[in-house]
């Protein structure tokens, strides 16, 4: 299992864009599956990009089209690109694994969007 490190993360305004990484201490390639989330005060943790080892990638539809996810392997490195950001896009933003990281959760990256 691996450690995750998430960075990237800062203050825009609505429109702008930011590349968050998720660096990993050890090989991602195990991993079917690596994904992002969103977390907000006061609301669960929100799924909001995945990107298996297949090349698929799912996003949920508030980001469709304007966040794009992408894994090196290579790297053990996990990108999300995210582009025409809006208010409703702040949040702290992690990645996670699947099959579930038994080393936990990074420490997240905080990306606040000013309208």
């Known amino acids: 299992q691996v450690q995750l490190m998430e960075s990237g993360g800062g203050l825009v305004q609505a429109g702008g864009s930011l590349r968050l990484s998720c660096v990993a201490s050890?090989?991602?390639?195990?991993?079917?599956?690596m994904d992002w989330y969103r977390q907000v005060p006061g609301r669960q943790r929100e799924l909001v990009a995945s990107?298996?080892?297949?090349?698929?990638?799912n996003y949920d539809a508030s980001v469709k089209g304007r966040f794009t996810i992408s894994r090196d392997n290579a790297k053990n490195t996990v990108y999300l690109q995210l582009n025409s950001l809006k208010p409703e896009d702040t949040g702290l933003y992690y990645c996670?694994?699947?099959?579930?990281?038994?080393?936990?959760w990074g420490q997240g990256t905080q990306v606040t969007v000013s309208s």
């Open positions: 996670y694994t699947f099959p579930p990281n038994t080393m936990g």
């Open positions: 050890g090989s991602i390639s195990r991993f079917v599956r």
């Open positions: 990107a298996t080892s297949d090349g698929s990638t």
